[in-house]
């Protein structure tokens, strides 16, 4: 069973920065591939950012592009997402997601990943 626990949400004004962290549990995160998404009120989950387990194929939404930056410490292990020049666009409960299928890509999609966390919310005022 893996467990995924999101942190590092909370209030910032526009053009601020949030880093975003989400602790695994198990014994093979070096193999998960790693995901975020957010969700705004009224909209669906969406794809932010994704890195794959070997950290050299990542992803982003063109929305994000050239603002946040996913990484991700095995050692830890902890996936992370530093957020910057926030917007109130960015505003959602941001969730991170794991993909056991060792395949090392930075997978897009909501149906590839397997396990969730509860997510953290993020407010971006004007």
């Known amino acids: 069973q893996v467990q995924l626990v999101e942190s590092g949400g909370g209030l910032v004004q526009a053009g601020g920065s949030l880093r975003l962290s989400c602790a695994a549990s198990g014994r093979t995160f070096s193999t998960y591939n790693m995901g975020w998404f957010r969700q705004a009120p009224g909209k669906a989950r969406e794809f932010v950012a994704a890195?794959?387990?070997?950290?050299?194929?990542?992803a982003y939404a063109d929305s994000v592009k050239d603002r946040f930056t996913i990484s991700r410490d095995t050692a830890k292990p902890t996936s992370y997402l530093q957020m910057n020049s926030l917007k109130p666009e960015d505003t959602a409960v941001y969730y991170c997601?794991?993909?056991?299928?060792?395949?090392?890509?930075?997978?897009?999609?909501?149906?590839?990943?397997?396990?969730w966390g509860q997510g953290t919310q993020v407010t971006v005022s004007s």
């Open positions: 890195i794959s387990w070997s950290g050299v194929r990542k």
């Open positions: 997601a794991a993909d056991l299928s060792r395949s090392d890509w930075a997978l897009t999609g909501r149906d590839e990943y397997n396990y």
